[in-house]
């Protein structure tokens, strides 16, 4: 009887354990990572690094005709340099800026949530200015997929945390 009781509560502890979600909270400053984007029919690869006070910078490794431009997000303003020509947002440009500053939109807007556990990812899914958003992270809180409404998908690769630099 004594065998059958301990069986018991075993397989009780399992499944109440099992019932359980994991939360993680994503990492969202001093990380790099490279972000394979489609866009539409378009791919792009980037560069990404978020640091520690939050400058995200993107820098675009292909195509090789827009390779080398560089989009910097910090204290609340964007800038996009290529060839040592920076240039801003303007109402011409807008488009130019469009797919970094959705991308960096996220990063931003995911600062201090909780992801919940799906199978062993993390998602976390939002809004922004109407977009809808799904982001997904491995159990260290490093960026894995991101899907948004208007057919943007992005996948990660290389996610590591930034050393620190005295």
Same mark, same amino acid.
Do not use: W
């Given at each position: 009887?004594?065998?059958?009781?301990?069986?018991?509560?075993?397989?009780?502890?399992?499944?109440?354990?099992?019932? !359980? !979600?994991? #939360? $993680?909270?994503?990492?969202?400053?001093?990380?790099? =990572?490279?972000?394979?984007? !489609? *866009?539409?029919?378009?791919?792009?690869?980037?560069? +990404?690094?978020?640091?520690?006070?939050? +400058? =995200?910078?993107?820098? $675009?490794?292909?195509?090789?005709?827009?390779?080398?431009?560089?989009?910097?997000?910090?204290?609340? !303003?964007?800038?996009?340099? *290529?060839?040592?020509? #920076?240039?801003?947002?303007?109402?011409?440009?807008?488009?130019?800026?469009?797919?970094? /500053?959705?991308?960096?939109?996220?990063?931003?807007?995911?600062?201090? +949530?909780?992801?919940?556990?799906?199978? &062993?990812? *993390?998602?976390?899914? &939002? #809004?922004?200015?109407?977009?809808?958003?799904?982001? #997904?992270?491995?159990?260290? &809180?490093?960026?894995?997929?991101?899907?948004?409404? /208007?057919?943007?998908?992005?996948?990660?690769?290389?996610?590591?945390?930034?050393?620190?630099?005295?």
């Amino acid at each position: 009887m004594r065998k059958i009781l301990t069986i018991i509560c075993v397989v009780l502890l399992f499944c109440l354990c099992g019932c !359980s !979600s994991k #939360e $993680i909270t994503p990492l969202t400053n001093n990380i790099s =990572f490279t972000a394979h984007i !489609s *866009y539409y029919n378009e791919s792009y690869e980037t560069n +990404v690094s978020i640091d520690k006070d939050g +400058v =995200f910078t993107m820098e $675009i490794t292909d195509p090789d005709i827009l390779k080398g431009i560089k989009f910097i997000f910090a204290d609340g !303003s964007v800038k996009a340099n *290529y060839n040592g020509i #920076e240039y801003a947002p303007n109402e011409n440009n807008t488009q130019f800026f469009g797919v970094a /500053d959705k991308i960096h939109s996220v990063f931003d807007s995911i600062k201090g +949530v909780t992801a919940k556990e799906d199978d &062993g990812i *993390y998602v976390f899914e &939002g #809004e922004i200015n109407g977009d809808e958003f799904e982001i #997904e992270f491995g159990g260290a &809180g490093l960026p894995l997929n991101l899907k948004m409404d /208007d057919n943007i998908s992005v996948r990660f690769s290389d996610a590591k945390i930034l050393k620190h630099t005295a």
